[in-house]
């Protein structure tokens, strides 16, 4: 399976800033998600990233809070803007396809003060 | 309704017996379903994959699958306490494209 980098593993951001969460792949995919674990909860996907088209956001999330970027078929960014308080979460990367798994990042684990 | 739902627990078992976690989903055309096991403070590692009716066995692990009753579940045998985690159920939903989406997670308690 492919080995997924994220970076920064993780942060503590002042609020109002803003932070940009890099994936690295090992490997070219067509596919990558980003998805939120809030504390004590389970994942929420927030977005699908294509190589050369926009993201697909999920109900609930918006390209002005999570701007994604997929430059080539090896690496995303996921942007959280604007940050408060209820942003504080593990943000995870993950590639899989429609027959196969997820398989995920170590994850960044992000705390606004 | 939920997309995909499952008891959050948390569900106790004592070392050695049989731990059984269940699940349901809504989309009736779903075809691939998975099982993934997470520690505090880890990211979700897969366990099993099943795509079809019936039961898939691995180890001490065994998925089964009734696409009839939107029903997927998961037994533990010789349950360890190092199976102490949260578990998680997961369905690739058609879109079109596709996405992944998870369960709550069941909390699972193996006493030594």
């Known amino acids: 399976s492919a080995v997924i980098s994220q970076k920064p593993s993780r942060d503590i951001c002042q609020r109002g800033t803003s932070l940009t969460i890099q994936c690295q792949v090992d490997?070219?995919?067509?596919?990558m998600f980003w998805y939120r674990q809030q504390p004590g909860q389970s994942l929420t996907l927030i977005a699908t990233?294509?190589?050369?088209?926009?993201?697909?956001?999920e109900s609930g999330f918006v390209i002005d809070k999570f701007p994604i970027s997929r430059p080539n078929l090896t690496f995303s960014t996921l942007t959280v803007s604007n940050m408060s308080p209820e942003d504080s979460s593990i943000y995870l990367c993950s590639v899989g396809t429609a027959n196969q798994p997820q398989h995920f990042g170590d994850g960044t684990r992000l705390s606004i003060l | 309704q939920k997309e995909v739902e499952q008891n959050s627990g948390p569900l106790s078992v004592p070392e050695g017996a049989i731990a059984s976690l269940n699940c349901t989903y809504s989309d009736r055309v779903s075809q691939s379903f998975f099982w993934y096991r997470q520690y505090s403070g880890k990211s979700p590692e897969l366990i099993m994959s099943i795509y079809s009716n019936g039961d898939k066995e691995d180890g001490r692990f065994t998925a089964q699958l009734n696409k009839a009753s939107q029903y997927v579940s998961l037994l533990i045998r010789d349950s360890q306490p190092s199976d102490s985690a949260t578990y998680l159920c997961?369905?690739?939903?058609?879109?079109?494209?596709?996405?992944?989406?998870f369960g709550a997670g069941t909390r699972l308690f193996v006493k030594a």
């Open positions: 997961a369905v690739n939903l058609d879109t079109g494209g596709f996405k992944t989406i």
């Open positions: 990233a294509n190589q050369g088209s926009e993201a697909t956001y």
């Open positions: 490997s070219q995919v067509t596919m």
